[in-house]
């Protein structure tokens, strides 16, 4: 079955600095692949997602990712942290096999300091 | 335009009690519907999916059920609360998955 694994719990960058999420997931075939951000007490916001084509994704809020096949990964970068980006993150991948519902990673909570 | 409602947005309830919470999505035909918890400090877990009236697949066992009585309506049930049902329920609708996910604002449970 598809799975997502978001390996860093908690990170805490410095306002300015770069930040890279990681999100590794498993599935047999070119998955579908997402970015949710979730400010507290709020619901789902998607900040990008992966079809197919171009490997390198753009999205809002100044977001990109890069489909990584040989490594199963999906990493979420930003090259300039703001402190609005303090949010949780969560990365998902759609299962086809449950109706297209998403696999959720168990989220990455994004600290920003100063 | 696509929409989804969610309500209500808080909810508290006594141990015991039954619970229905409604989604309804406007703007599209025959979506598939899915309801997700996220527990304190967990990720999105999901529930049931439905890809079409009447049809309902639980992906966990637990004291919830779904039901789907028309193309755009999601309703999430219980007979009896537990502790345990406590968190934040999300409904959200996609078309094949193709297009994306749209999720509604979800409604925090807290069951005491």
């Known amino acids: 079955a598809q799975s997502v694994t978001q390996p860093d719990i908690h990170i805490t960058v410095s306002e300015g600095a770069s930040l890279e999420l990681r999100c590794n997931y498993s599935?047999?075939?070119?998955?579908?692949l997402f970015w949710y951000v979730q400010s507290p007490g709020q619901g789902l916001q998607l900040l990008l997602k992966?079809?197919?084509?171009?490997?390198l994704v753009q999205g809002i809020k100044g977001f990109e990712a890069e489909f990584k096949r040989s490594q199963s990964s999906f990493n979420l970068r930003k090259p300039s942290v703001h402190w609005s980006d303090a949010a949780e993150y969560f990365c998902?991948?759609?299962?086809?096999?449950?109706?297209?519902?998403?696999?959720f990673g168990k989220g990455t909570s994004l600290l920003v300091t100063p | 335009s696509q929409t989804i409602h969610q309500w209500p947005a808080t909810l508290v309830q006594p141990v015991g009690s039954p619970l229905s919470l409604e989604c309804t999505v406007e703007g599209t035909s025959n979506p598939n519907l899915y309801w997700y918890r996220q527990a304190a400090g967990r990720g999105l877990q999901l529930l049931f999916y439905s890809v079409g009236i009447g049809q309902i697949s639980s992906e966990v066992p637990q004291n919830l059920s779904a039901s789907r009585p028309q193309d755009r309506q999601f309703i999430l049930s219980s007979k009896k609360l537990l502790l345990s049902d406590s968190g934040f329920y999300l409904c959200a609708w996609s078309v094949l998955g193709i297009y994306g996910y749209t999720f509604g604002s979800g409604t925090r449970l807290t069951v005491v």
């Open positions: 992966y079809f197919s084509g171009d490997t």
């Open positions: 998902a991948v759609g299962a086809l096999d449950s109706g297209y519902a998403l696999n």
């Open positions: 599935y047999g075939a070119t998955p579908y």
